[in-house]
């Protein structure tokens, strides 16, 4: 998901080098990040199956596995899974997640170097972690892992407009004050001034794969305090902060929450699934 609880993430294409050192803050809290990060629609796995065959027998490789968020659901399905994640203690708790799951393996290296294996894969899977890769290199090793014809499945999410509305319009000045790259009155956008035509020109570039399909979920996730504090530890931006300014952030997003709004909020996640086949 979006780094950024505050309505537009900045995360999506950063500078490499703050890529790079973002994409590891992830690993620093495994367990919280397992605790606190959600699950996905049911709907995602049922529209994986029939768009991109991953279903019970097929070969996936999942790229940036995170702790088997979605490597736990497809496993059950009866595919034969190789999750690539960078993270070691990420990659220990999807580990265990998936113990007696089945035909699974977990790989510990960085999808940019890590070796293909010489049989292709029928899909490539990556939920919430293909724009941490390399963009140099994404889209032409996704391809050179897939049989011809098989099937790149990306899932992005991204906060949208919906919730509890006023309290993210509010927030905003917790943000303000705190993390001087907030972009003043920032706001969530709505689910349908998003198209994806991002990724679907991403692909079109990289010149093999056919034209994406896309199927969009919208998610209503309600947090107590404590639990969106939880979730907002796990964001990267938020765990880049300088210490006192994370606490201060933190402190500022709790006392909005139980002053105002009792304590719970409302986030509104919109779910994207775009499915490319190799040519």
């Not at 580990?95 to 035909?103: I, K, Q, S």
């Not at 994404?138 to 949208?160: C, E, F, I, S, Y």
């Amino acid at each position: 998901m979006p780094d950024n609880p505050a309505p537009a993430p900045r995360d999506d294409r950063p500078h490499p080098s703050r890529r790079t050192r973002l994409s590891r803050t992830f690993d620093e809290d495994a367990e919280l990040y397992d605790r606190a990060r959600p699950g996905y629609p049911p709907e995602l796995y049922d529209d994986l199956a029939e768009l991109a065959g991953v279903d019970s027998g097929s070969r996936v490789l999942e790229v940036g596995c995170g702790t088997g968020q979605v490597t736990v659901p497809l496993a059950r399905r009866g595919c034969r899974i190789t999750a690539v994640e960078a993270g070691a203690r990420m990659a220990a708790v999807a580990r265990r997640n998936l113990a007696g799951a089945g035909a699974v393996d977990v790989v510990t290296a960085e999808f940019e170097s890590w070796p293909l294996p010489g049989e292709p894969f029928d899909a490539v899977v990556s939920a919430t972690a293909f724009h941490w890769i390399d963009p140099a290199v994404r889209m032409t090793k996704a391809a050179d892992a897939l049989r011809p014809g098989g099937a790149l499945a990306v899932v992005r999410t991204q906060h949208v407009r919906g919730g509890t509305e006023e309290f993210f319009v509010e927030v905003q000045r917790c943000y303000e004050r705190f993390d001087p790259e907030t972009p003043p009155g920032l706001r969530p956008p709505a689910a349908a001034d998003i198209d994806g035509s991002d990724h679907a020109e991403e692909v079109a570039r990289s010149g093999r794969f056919g034209p994406t399909v896309f199927r969009r979920y919208e998610q209503d996730l309600t947090y107590t305090t404590s639990e969106y504090l939880a979730l907002l530890r796990t964001f990267s931006g938020h765990r880049a902060l300088p210490d006192t300014a994370r606490d201060g952030l933190l402190g500022c997003v709790a006392s909005l929450l139980d002053g105002r709004y009792g304590g719970r909020v409302t986030r509104r996640n919109l779910v994207e699934l775009g499915v490319s086949y190799r040519r």
